[in-house]
């Protein structure tokens, strides 16, 4: 319908010809061809960046194609505003978890809220949890029991986790890599042992730039791959590579909205309909078209958080 629309209105406007160029382009830019499907695996949609133009951001993420988003918590707070915002639109759902920065708030009640609030059906993964070793505000050793505990109830539920994890400094294979990797293997190890359905699908690794080594290690134990406004960027060419090696049907495409808006917003708010700029870059990388991407990226997601 939407792409009718366009066609039908710009070329009555303009000569032959020239009508049609200029078709084609709005419609690259305003709406894409009926069947784009694209998917946003990662928005902090209910964060107050979004508090004054919220219902526009989704209208305008519908007019690009996308038909489904998810919200990750970072505190049981934010989860809950994930859950309720969720609740609130047809193509949302939710993640639910802490965040490694913000670890220090766990305590004994904490594991037993996420469980009752993960009865709710918007909530589709728990997340997003992991490592955080760059701003080091939280012990790791603290951070690693919160995580191993949330790993656990992500196992009892049967729902996949969204995994956040950053290095100290700019290395990309580091200690966060490593104790991360060592806690994805046992947890996976126990899901295979228990034959648990979740062993298929446990979960991605969030806006993920750590090394290639490391993303085969993660795929051998059956993880997505989170792509972000970064390899969009001039100086993307390291996650360009590291995307170009990558199976596309591993690929996951995350906004992180209102963070890392993708060229040429770098810097600006980002938000959902700007997940379509990166899945551009991922067709132009491995020359598939933005289609192709936009599909194989949002079956990911469907078999992954279980999407009808
Ligand atoms: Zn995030």
Redesign the pocket.
């Known amino acids: 319908m939407r792409a009718n629309v366009v066609s039908d209105i710009v070329p009555a406007k303009y000569p032959k010809g020239e009508g049609q160029a200029i078709s084609k382009q709005a419609q690259g830019l305003l709406a894409p061809p009926e069947h784009m499907t694209l998917t946003d695996t990662?928005c902090?949609l209910d964060l107050e960046k979004f508090d004054a133009d919220r219902a526009e951001v989704l209208r305008r993420a519908e007019q690009a194609g996308l038909t489904r988003i998810l919200i990750?918590g970072l505190t049981l707070t934010s989860s809950r505003s994930a859950v309720k915002l969720a609740e609130s639109h047809p193509m949302l759902s939710a993640a639910i978890g802490v965040h490694p920065n913000d670890s220090l708030a766990w305590d004994g009640q904490t594991i037993s809220a996420l469980r009752e609030l993960s009865l709710n059906q918007k909530v589709v993964a728990i997340g997003?949890i992991g490592l955080d070793y760059y701003w080091d505000s939280t012990p790791h050793d603290h951070q690693q029991k919160v995580l191993k505990e949330q790993l656990a109830l992500a196992a009892e539920l049967q729902l996949p986790v969204v995994i956040?994890f950053r290095e100290k400094g700019l290395a990309s294979g580091g200690d966060c890599a490593s104790d991360l990797l060592k806690i994805l293997e046992e947890w996976g190890t126990g899901l295979r042992r228990e034959k648990s359905p979740l062993a298929e699908r446990p979960g991605v690794l969030?806006?993920f730039s750590g090394t290639l080594e490391m993303a085969r290690a993660a795929i051998r134990l059956g993880f997505y791959m989170g792509v972000t406004g970064p390899v969009t960027f001039e100086n993307g060419q390291r996650l360009q590579d590291l995307v170009a090696a990558l199976p596309l049907d591993r690929i996951l495409i995350e906004t992180?909205a209102p963070?890392l808006a993708p060229h040429p917003h770098r810097g600006k708010r980002n938000e959902p309909a700007y997940v379509r700029l990166i899945a551009d870059k991922i067709a132009l990388v491995r020359s598939y078209t933005t289609e192709q991407v936009a599909a194989a990226t949002s079956e990911n997601a469907r078999s992954l958080f279980a999407w009808e």
Request: glycine share 0%; net charge negative; aromatic share 12%.
């Open positions: 990662h902090h990750p997003e956040h969030h806006s992180d963070f």
